[in-house]
C-alpha cells in the first residue's frame, strides 16, 4: 500500500493577545472556519478540552470521509498554549499505520503572538489507475496549511 506521508510546519505573528488567539485556534469547533475541507458535525464528548472527540467529515482526495478529532493536549500558560490533536479516519482500517497529528502552539510576543501550526500526516491511498500526483497533493498540503494560519490570523485581528 502506498502512503502519503507529510510533515509541515508554519508560523504567523498575529496582532492579538493570547488569550483571544487561544480562543479562537485550540476550540475544534472553529476548525470547520480555519482548515479547507473540514467540516465539524458534533462534539461526541468532553468540554472541549482534554479528551474531547468531534465527529467532523474531511474532503479527502474529492470526496467526503468521515473522521473522529481527540484533543490529546490543551493548555493555557500566562505566556504560551498548547493544542494537540488526533485525527482518526474512519474508512481507513486502523492496523494501518496511519495517522494525522495537528498542533497548535504559541506565545506571547509584544504587541501579540506567534502562532505555530505543525500537521503531521500519514496515511494510506490506492490508485489502481496511477493517476494520483502525490507532489501536487503535498504542494497543496502546504498551502492549505498557510491559509489556515492566515484565517486564524485574520479572525484574531479583527
Known amino acids: 500500500m502506498d502512503y502519503i506521508k507529510s510533515h509541515i510546519k508554519k508560523s504567523i505573528f498575529i ?35 482534554l479528551s474531547s472527540v468531534y465527529k467532523a467529515e474531511y474532503d479527502m482526495f474529492g470526496k ?21 490533536a488526533a ?3 474512519d474508512t481507513v482500517d486502523p492496523a494501518e499505520d496511519s495517522f494525522v497529528r495537528q498542533n497548535y502552539t504559541a506565545k506571547a510576543e509584544e504587541g501579540g503572538t506567534t502562532l505555530y501550526s505543525e500537521s503531521i500526516q500519514n496515511i494510506p491511498y490506492v490508485d489502481k489507475n496511477k493517476t494520483f500526483d502525490k507532489e501536487a497533493y503535498l504542494e ?19
Not at 485556534?25 to 467540516?39: S, Y
Not at 467526503?64 to 498554549?81: A, G, K, R, T
Open 15 to 49: 496582532e492579538a493577545p493570547l488569550s483571544k488567539v487561544w480562543q479562537y485556534a485550540a476550540n475544534v469547533g472553529n476548525w470547520q472556519d480555519i482548515h479547507e475541507g473540514l467540516k465539524i458535525v458534533k462534539q461526541i464528548s468532553g468540554d472541549g478540552g
Open 64 to 84: 467526503m470521509v468521515p473522521v473522529n478529532i481527540e484533543v490529546q493536549q490543551s493548555e493555557l500558560f500566562p505566556d504560551e498554549f498548547i493544542m494537540r
Open 87 to 89: 485525527i482518526r479516519v
Open 140 to 158: 497543496k498540503r502546504d498551502e492549505m496549511a498557510q491559509q489556515a494560519i492566515e484565517r486564524i490570523r485574520l479572525f484574531c485581528e479583527e
